[in-house]
């Protein structure tokens, strides 16, 4: 038995050996996919003719291979493991966590271009790795950078449609009406009704996409300036790349705090198809929604505490824990006994200190997939030892992260107990001056249009059909299980 175990556990190793050296190869394969067109529509429409083929081909020849078995717990589990969607930008491993097109965070902090050398990722280098596969050259991302400067006009009405709402509404209601309002301008709605060849589909949807990326800083620090600085709006500056311009216009320019921001976009940008933002906004495009339709019901899905505002809840129940004992140089003890407290208080878990919210998990800890510590984690808490390792609640985030995992392991039910990327965000942005933390899931909306942007673009140029999964009854469930209800 012994020996099957130790031939087995040799074999796991070798493969995943197998696919390191072939993720390394890929990497490598992927630095020298380079072109010298320096305007990304151009780059995309030499590239969607080679990816219809693959695509074409892929159904024509192998369209009844199986990629796995559809259970009852998947169908019943929230369809965790269950492969059914097509994704180009990006995967997610469970022990090694996310990689955009086949590069690590670490990769791409490593080679994709800076606002100067050695700088942070620009969203701009993501945004056009994740549409094109390619990494791009200084000289791309300048020109991008530019491009979407160039389209960030917000129309009047949009302002006015937030204005609509009072100054208390949260600020992830407030975006996803700043984002319905910009709608009216699009061009996949205004070419579907004039008449356009389905073969021409993505290209308005690449202009509401490109035109969407562009503007939602503008909305997201209007809205943050409405809630929380009396309206007082800064404009965008022109000399600014994309996160830095964000972190300007909402009021922030130590130059650290812009290059958290670029940062911050870029690791948020994108987590493969499943999650439930990225996913939702894949499944309203089907119908032929356009871009921003499908992003706001995206953002409505990244407004649950379980998924984008659990980066909110983080801080929330850090200053909980600060609240309770008056300061956050506590013991570890006091530590594990105020989760410990939180988690068996029989129904909920805190009662936050502001609007008495309750929550019934460790916020920040756990994944659908995730298996390990999220890199998404790990890079802003190398970020935070780097600029601030002296900040009292970096320390206590610190210390959550030794004491959450013994506690949720031995809960005997929790998949992972292991921090996700909300767990770090707060304490950094809260660090920087930006404290009000019901802001966070904004920040955390305008990143995930770079990841979601390019997938619908390539939904329509890959033709993909409205999607429709069979749903079954709990009675047809019970009689396909061999029983009778
Ligand atoms: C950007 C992102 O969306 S990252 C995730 C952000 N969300 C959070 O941080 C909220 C806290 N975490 C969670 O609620 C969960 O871990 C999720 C929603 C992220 C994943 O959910 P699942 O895939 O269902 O997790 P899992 O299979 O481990 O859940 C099993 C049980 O453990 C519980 N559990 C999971 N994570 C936690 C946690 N952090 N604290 C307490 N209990 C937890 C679940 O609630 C579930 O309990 P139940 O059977 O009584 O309903
Ligand atoms: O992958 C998920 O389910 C959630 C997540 O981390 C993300 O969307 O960034």
Redesign the pocket.
């Known amino acids: 038995m012994a020996f099957f175990k130790t031939v087995s556990a040799i074999s796991r190793l070798r493969s995943r050996l197998g696919q390191q050296s072939n993720l390394a190869n890929s990497v490598r394969w992927l630095q020298t996919q380079t072109s010298t067109n320096t305007d990304l529509f151009s780059e995309l429409r030499e590239l969607v003719p080679e990816h219809q083929e693959r695509v074409k081909k892929l159904r024509k020849e192998h369209g009844s291979v199986e990629l796995g078995k559809v259970t009852v717990d998947m169908v019943l589990g929230?369809m965790?493991g269950m492969t059914a969607l097509l994704w180009l930008g990006s995967a997610v491993d469970p022990d090694e966590g996310i990689r955009l097109r086949s590069m690590t965070i670490p990769d791409c902090q490593k080679t994709l271009p800076g606002a100067f050398p050695g700088g942070e990722p620009l969203p701009e280098a993501v945004l056009w790795l994740l549409l094109t596969g390619k990494i791009p050259s200084e000289e791309q991302v300048d020109s991008l950078a530019q491009e979407l400067r160039s389209r960030a006009t917000i129309p009047d009405y949009a302002y006015k449609a937030i204005d609509a709402l009072p100054v208390h509404a949260h600020a992830m209601t407030q975006f996803t009406t700043g984002v319905m309002a910009l709608q009216v301008q699009s061009e996949f709605q205004k070419a579907y009704e004039g008449g356009i060849p389905k073969a021409r589909y993505w290209e308005p949807t690449y202009e509401d996409s490109m035109n969407l990326i562009a503007r939602l800083p503008s909305i997201a620090a209007y809205i943050y300036r409405r809630k929380y600085k009396d309206g007082k709006i800064i404009p965008m500056d022109d000399s600014l790349d994309y996160g830095a311009n964000y972190a300007h216009m909402l009021g922030f320019d130590d130059p650290e705090m812009l290059e958290f921001m670029r940062l911050y976009i870029s690791i948020h940008s994108d987590?493969e198809g499943g999650?439930?933002s990225s996913h939702t906004a894949h499944l309203v495009a089907t119908p032929l929604s356009d871009p921003y339709l499908a992003f706001a019901a995206a953002l409505n899905g990244l407004a649950g505490?379980?998924?984008?505002l659990?980066n909110q809840?983080?801080l929330r129940w850090i200053r909980s824990i600060v609240a309770e004992f008056g300061t956050p140089d506590i013991s570890t003890e006091q530590l594990s006994d105020y989760i410990h407290k939180t988690?068996n208080s029989g129904q909920v878990m805190y009662y936050d200190y502001e609007s008495k919210m309750l929550a019934?998990?460790?916020?920040?800890?756990?994944?659908?997939v995730l298996r390990n510590t999220d890199p998404r984690y790990t890079c802003q808490r190398e970020f935070a030892l780097k600029h601030l390792p002296n900040d009292p609640l970096f320390q206590l985030v610190s210390k959550i992260k030794e004491v959450v995992p013994p506690i949720?392991t031995k809960?005997g039910?929790?998949?992972?107990p292991w921090p996700?990327?909300?767990?770090h965000s707060g304490v950094l942005l809260n660090y920087y001056g930006l404290t009000e933390e019901n802001y966070y899931t904004v920040l955390?909306g305008v990143a995930r249009s770079i990841g979601v942007g390019p997938q619908l673009i390539w939904d329509r140029a890959l033709g993909m059909p409205l999607e429709r999964p069979k749903s079954v009854t709990l009675e047809k469930l019970e009689a396909l299980c061999g029983k009778s209800s």
Not at 413 to 416: E, I, L, P, S
Not at 420 to 423: E, K, L, M, Q
């Open positions: 929230g965790r987590h999650n439930v505490p379980l998924h984008g659990a809840e983080v988690l019934e998990v460790v916020p920040g800890y756990g994944h659908g949720l809960l039910k929790v998949k992972n996700n990327v909300d767990a955390f």
